[in-house]
């Protein structure tokens, strides 16, 4: 997830050992957040599961997000189970989620598509203000 996001938002982005601070400082100055849906891993659970423990976050992570950002910062959720459950909730409490449709979780191949949708909802996102 790291290195994809890095490279999404900072096509100068290259991976080296011990150079993880720098671009997370980096991504932190220029207002990034990444902020995990939960607060427990759920990468080992079923689906049904998983879903659970996402709707038990939702109004926790809603109020955390009110906390660091406001309802015009541009928001992402990467992952189809993600954007299925906090893309309503996030848009009726007046946050700015800025695509229609999930983006995939960078891993499995997946990396490529991930780091292209992403760079489009900002492109698209920076165009439309």
């Given at each position: ?5 890095m ?18 400082r980096r991504f ?12 427990s891993?759920?990468?080992?659970l079923?689906s ?16 955390e ?18 954007f ?7 848009r ?11 983006l ?11 780091i ?12 439309a203000?």
């Open positions: 997830m790291y290195r994809s996001v490279k999404a938002v900072f096509p100068d982005f290259e991976y080296r050992p011990g150079e993880k601070d720098k671009w997370l932190k100055e220029h207002g990034y957040y990444m902020i995990d849906a939960t607060d891993p759920v990468n080992r079923s049904g599961k998983r879903r659970s423990v996402l709707n038990a976050a939702l109004n926790a992570k809603l109020s997000i009110a906390t660091l950002v406001s309802h015009n910062t541009p928001i992402i959720l990467v992952k189809k189970n993600v299925l459950a906090f893309n309503g909730p996030l009726h409490a007046g946050f700015n989620v800025i695509h229609k449709s999930f995939p979780f960078p891993s499995h191949g997946h990396q490529a598509r991930f292209d949708a992403c760079r489009r909802c900002l492109r698209n996102h920076r165009r203000k």
